[in-house]
């Protein structure tokens, strides 16, 4: 019962857990209250009309098996729902969406389809560390481009190194905009030449815009603005960060037919369908927009606040986050100062200073081992009082 799959074996585990169990412990040790800014989720419950939807649909039975593809009128919603932001092109249709369990099942898809032993997928350093495990999980190979940063305008996609990355075995490109974990909201011309230079050398361009309407500044160029999207890409959304819906396990592809047709075959292989009366909750997503504006709105001003506090730290560098619900700053120069790795100050943080925090690392490599991810999907007057611990805490440490 020990030999395990080489599939299981290339991935490393889940290493975000390792923090909230530390966290758990300080709690129960110390008494302390341990304030969280490590976790990737809103803090909102799912809106009403959503879960009101869902019930509705399991009193009236609706619990069976779905298509594989999910419900129909789940999949006009979507296709409708992103004709009208991205009208340029030809309309997408029903039959080039598929719902799936979580955008994270979604990019498995992707990944499952295309990515061959020896194939290499170029993502970004840093970058959702989930990319490049799965694209490990199937013999691939994951080339890392690292982003480039900088106080002022934050971090960038660097084109150049992308370009010279690509190689006869270059089978992917991920893109994720807005960006976990940096908050980046990405330059639209940097997206467009990534767009350009996918379509050109035949790569297939996966994006995840799971974050997309969590911008606060800046635009959003979406791959789906390109008439031409379907020559090159597979777009990746889902319901989890919009409309609070993390545990649903609810997200959907948008590709050409072809694609999605393949998919629904792996789907009904691997889970079957998406759950059925969660569906039906989601189609009410559609009409919960006003509520997501609210959201949105208290994200920022939380956003805010997070920036102004950490910027009361002279240790810490930070750019101000443009979107999703992260703020990466930069502290390698206490790392350095206190000698000690940034996992290990992590760890340090929650034990003697009462704050969770993911290490930058976890993203999946280099370029984070200077940072750390905090989340500020968390209430406003813990996000004063967690800054303010980790501010005293540095202080204490230099
Ligand atoms: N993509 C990115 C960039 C994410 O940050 C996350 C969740 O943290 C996901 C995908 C997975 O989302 P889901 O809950 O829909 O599987």
Redo the contacts with the bound molecule.
């Keep these: 019962l020990d030999n395990f799959s080489e599939a299981s074996m290339a991935i490393s585990g889940e290493s975000t857990l390792v923090y909230q169990e530390v966290a758990r412990k300080v709690q129960r040790e110390k008494g302390i209250r341990v304030i969280n800014f490590g976790i ?1 989720q809103p803090d909102l419950p799912t809106f009403r009309k959503i879960r009101n939807a869902a019930i509705k649909a399991l009193d009236e039975g609706f619990t069976g098996y779905t298509s594989a593809y999910g419900i129909d009128e789940l999949r006009e919603k979507i296709a409708s729902h992103v004709n009208t932001l991205y009208p340029n092109g030809k309309p997408v249709k029903k039959e080039e969406v598929i719902i799936t369990p ?3 099942t979604a ?1 498995y898809l992707a990944f499952l389809l295309y990515v061959n032993p020896g194939d290499e997928v170029i993502i970004f350093d840093p970058s ?1 560390y989930s990319y490049a495990e799965v694209v490990k999980m199937l013999g691939g190979k994951p080339v890392y481009v690292k982003m480039k940063w900088a106080e002022e305008t934050g971090f960038s996609l660097n084109v150049s190194e992308l370009e010279d990355k690509i190689s006869s075995k270059t089978k992917m490109i991920v893109l ?1 905009n807005p960006h ?1 974990p940096t908050g980046m909201v990405f330059d639209p011309k940097e997206i467009e030449n990534i767009m350009e230079l996918a379509k050109e050398k035949s790569i297939i361009l996966l994006s ?1 815009e ?1 974050y997309d309407y969590f911008v606060y500044d800046g635009r959003m160029k979406s791959i789906l603005e390109d008439p031409d999207w379907r020559d090159y890409a597979i777009y990746v959304n ?1 319901f ?1 960060k919009t409309f609070s819906m ?1 545990g649903w396990r609810l ?1 959907y592809v948008i590709a050409k037919e072809k694609i999605t047709k393949k998919m629904a075959e792996l789907a009904a292989n691997i889970y079957t369908c998406p759950t059925s009366f969660a569906q039906k909750g989601a189609i009410a997503a559609f009409d919960a927009f006003d509520e997501v504006k609210d959201m949105i709105s208290l994200f920022r001003r939380r956003r805010d606040v997070m920036y102004e506090e950490l910027k009361k730290n002279k240790w810490i560098k930070v750019h101000k986050s443009q979107g999703a619900f992260y703020m990466f700053p930069y502290i390698g120069e206490i790392l350095s100062r206190a000698n000690i790795q940034v996992k290990d100050f992590a760890i340090k943080l929650i034990e003697e200073a009462g704050v969770t925090t993911i290490p930058g690392e976890v993203f999946p490599l280099e370029v984070g081992k200077n940072y750390l991810r905090l989340s500020f999907a968390v209430d406003e007057n813990d996000i004063r009082e967690g800054v303010r611990r980790i501010n005293e805490f540095t202080t204490r440490l230099m």
């Design positions: 990737g979580g955008a994270k990019l959702f994720n976990n995840d799971i889902g989890s993390t997200g």
